[in-house]
T-cell receptor, first 114, second 112 residues
């Protein structure tokens, strides 16, 4: 069965510090991968998605970037965090080729920028 | 008008009640419909997935799609306090990217 991991679970960072959040998927190949941010009362905001290694699409201009160095690894980064980057970050995957549209989410990382 | 509308609630019901959660949408091209359950401080968990119109049942949960009205529902029978969570609907088109459009979620509280 497929499993998605995210770490860390919780992170407190000062403004201006760098960020690296990691997501890995097990039990599947060639998944589509996604990064979302969820703010209270504002729903899920898609940040980045990837259909393959090195292929990243950005949905909103922002202080963040994403990379996919391996087939089942997705990394969310920032060089300098802003207060507005605080939120709940979710990684998700979906089957890349089967035509099924469902997404499966990881446990999330709660980021607090102070 | 947002593509997917969902009442944020909270919806508070007594244990054992039948719960009805709903979403409306504007894009008639949506063909795939999903319901997720999200407990506080956790990632969303896929509950139900349906394609096109009709009903789908899984235990105490029934998903219903009415494409003519652009309306989807999730029914929970014999609701339990453990069902207390936020329920998100999501939907996507056939073809193109695999990115669904999510509702903002409805908060459900089932009290003993």
């Amino acid at each position: 069965s497929q499993t998605i991991h995210q770490w860390p679970a919780t992170l407190v960072q000062p403004v201006g510090s760098p960020l690296s959040l990691e997501c890995t998927v097990e039990g599947t190949s060639n998944p589509n991968l996604y990064w979302y941010r969820q703010a209270a009362g504002r729903g899920l905001q898609l940040l980045f998605y990837s259909v393959g290694i090195g292929q990243i699409s950005s949905e909103v201009p922002q202080n963040l970037s994403a990379s996919r160095p391996q087939d089942r690894q997705f990394i969310l980064s920032s060089k300098k965090l802003l207060l507005s980057d605080s939120g709940f970050y979710l990684c998700a995957w979906s089957p890349g080729t089967s035509g099924i549209r469902t997404q499966y989410f990881g446990p999330g990382t709660r980021l607090l920028v102070l | 008008q947002k593509e997917v509308e969902q009442d944020p609630g909270p919806l508070s019901v007594p244990e054992g009640a039948i719960v009805s959660l709903n979403c409306t949408y504007s894009n008639s091209a949506f063909q795939y419909f999903m319901w997720y359950r999200q407990y506080s401080r956790k990632g969303p968990e896929l509950l139900m997935y349906t394609y096109s119109s009709g009903n789908k049942e899984d235990g105490r949960f029934t998903a219903q799609v009415d494409k003519s009205s652009k309306y989807i529902s999730l029914f929970i029978r014999d609701s339990q306090p453990s069902d207390s969570a936020t329920y998100l609907c999501a939907m996507s088109v056939s073809g193109g990217s695999y990115i669904p459009t999510f509702g903002r979620g409805t908060s459900l509280i089932v009290h003993p």
